[in-house]
């Protein structure tokens, strides 16, 4: 399959030089772009938050969002591309490994693939299991970078519990999942952790606020702590791609009635209208 390289469509092939910043420091940012039907879904607001990522690790994109989104559907095109999602990536380019930002001559690295995935509407419709694991990363879990090695284990904990995801808190405090945003409905309410240093905004959790205020579900973008999660009516996890997972049980405790919740339903429902 073809990928893009500095600005190029080009073979996949093994580009990657080993003084890299992205491969040795992790020193990067990236983002996951869902596409639906051979369309890239919410691509400029995933670029937006590309170009908010790298300005707060001070890193300059070297092409504008109109020329990173006239690439990526050319990327798109070349590849056939029809359910799958695109990865895009910019690291602060190779130079010899110091640890300080390299010096002015040194261009950051652009690369993206793309990866054919089904639609995952089983998980949507049936739901799964969450575990709950301790959120041990960094203050600025706000910027979408490549360090994900705490996400990574959280990730693998989950899975080898047979759960879908792994939902972090600090503390007591619920802050997001490991590769996703958590909601929970209490008595017809959204309640989800605000947008602030310790979350990802997701894409995909902005819609779903869109998405309740305009079919009037009270939302509250407010801290909840494991407790309230654990006597939630309904819980679900946001993310691209995965779109919404209602979860029925958390560390072996059901959650609500044990199926997929109506307000969860109805979120879902008004998400894939958007995405047909
Ligand atoms: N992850 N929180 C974290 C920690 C994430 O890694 C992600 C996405 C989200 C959801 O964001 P969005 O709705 O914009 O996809 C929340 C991507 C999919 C990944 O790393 O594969």
Known sequence: SKILFDGQIIDRDNLVDIEDRGYQFGDGVYEVIGVYEGRPFMMDEHLHRLKRSAGEIQLNLPFSLEEFRRQLNQLVK????????IYLQVTRGAASRWHEFPGRG??????????????MTQVEDQGG???????IRWLRCDIKTLNLLPNVLAKQ????????????HRGDTVTEASASNVFIVKNGELFTHPANNYILNGITRQKVLEIC???????HEQTYTVDELLAADEVF?????????????VDGNQIGSGKPGATTGQILKQFRSLIH
């Open 129 to 135: 299991h969450a575990v709950l694991t301790e959120d």
């Open 106 to 119: 040194v261009r950051p690295k652009v690369t993206a693939y793309t990866r054919a995935e089904e639609r």
């Open 157 to 168: 904990k989950a899975v080898e519990n047979g759960a879908v995801e792994a939902i972090l």
């Open 237 to 249: 996890v946001t993310a691209t791609k995965s779109d919404i997972i209602p979860i029925l049980e």
């Open 213 to 219: 205020r305009k079919i009037n579900i009270p939302v």
């Open 78 to 85: 070349a590849n056939h591309l029809d359910e799958g999602i």
